[in-house]
């Protein structure tokens, strides 16, 4: 079974791209929604430093719902739905995430500056996807324009 990575910077409008992706997959596949952060600098940081809870507070409870929501409607589409960090901060450990997670290719947008992860405090995964082995599939995809949760909701559910 295929891990298809998307990349994500946990708007709801972001899950446009994974839709978009469960839609261009013939078969059962495990995705893994992707964000680039860094690690915390300080030691004291570090010890009581929890991916889980990182995941959480990054999450709102609208981009959960949406998650649920695709989870639901692609149910035959899709294997396991699970989200990711990468922290590292060079190619090399790029690479070695994506062989690490077994991940076969990644659905990126065709405008890199469509995703905004300075929004939480991340990094751009794009220079890394671009520059990595995987088998890349754009996607047209813009989150250019300001809309609600509502809109972007109502986007998910049509076809």
């Not at 079974?1 to 708007?11: A, E, G, Q, R, Y």
């Not at 915390?40 to 929501?69: N, Q, Y």
């Not at 992860?117 to 996607?139: C, I, N, Q, T, W």
Request: no cysteine.
């Amino acid at each position: 079974m295929k891990n298809i990575l998307v990349p994500t910077d946990f708007t709801v409008d972001s899950l446009i791209l994974l839709k978009k992706a469960i839609e261009r997959e013939e078969e059962k596949a495990n995705f893994i929604l992707v964000y680039g952060k860094s690690l915390p600098g300080s030691i004291s940081e570090l010890v009581f430093f929890s991916k889980g809870r990182l995941i959480t507070a990054l999450e709102s409870k609208s981009f959960i719902e949406a998650k649920g929501i695709l989870k639901n409607r692609y149910f035959s589409r899709i294997n396991t739905l699970r989200t990711d960090i990468f922290y590292g901060g060079s190619q090399g450990a790029f690479n070695n995430f994506i062989q690490g997670s077994s991940i076969d290719s990644a659905y990126i947008p065709e405008d890199s500056k469509s995703l905004h992860p300075a929004l939480k405090k991340g990094f751009d995964l794009m220079p890394y996807l671009k520059r990595s082995a995987l088998d890349l599939h754009e996607v047209a995809y813009s989150n250019q324009t300001p809309v609600t949760v509502e809109e972007t909701l109502a986007k998910l559910l049509i076809p």
